[in-house]
């Protein structure tokens, strides 16, 4: 069965950090490119960043360059988001998504709130 799992969404202040991570299983995490992606009340999901699957190669929306680094651990079979200088506008549900050859599979979402 396949999962992905996010956390390390809440609750933070602007300038604040967040990391997210997703938790893959049932099939073979090291094969797929992952994503983040988000999605804010009334509007469309949006990419974020994406890395390939040997970790060697990343992008990102410019609204995030410089602020986001999204990372893999292929031996834990986890990517991650790191966000710093967070910003209001960056509040939404980010959502993990992975990508083979054939199929993707996406996660079921964790919420980011960035208020003061």
């Known amino acids: 069965q396949v999962q992905l799992v996010e956390s390390g969404g809440g609750l933070v202040q602007p300038g604040g950090s967040l990391r997210l991570s997703c938790a893959a299983s049932?099939?073979?995490?090291?094969?797929?490119?992952m994503s983040w992606y988000r999605q804010a009340p009334g509007k469309e999901r949006e990419l974020v960043a994406r890395i390939t699957s040997a970790g060697d190669s990343t992008n990102y929306a410019d609204s995030v360059k410089g602020r986001f680094t999204i990372s893999r651990d292929n031996a834990k079979n986890t990517a991650y988001l790191q966000m710093n200088s967070l910003k209001p506008e960056d509040t939404a549900v980010y959502y993990c998504?992975?990508?083979?050859?054939?199929?993707?599979?996406w996660g079921q979402g964790t919420q980011v709130t960035v208020s003061s």
């Open positions: 049932g099939f073979t995490f090291s094969t797929y490119s």
């Open positions: 998504n992975s990508r083979g050859a054939f199929r993707s599979y």
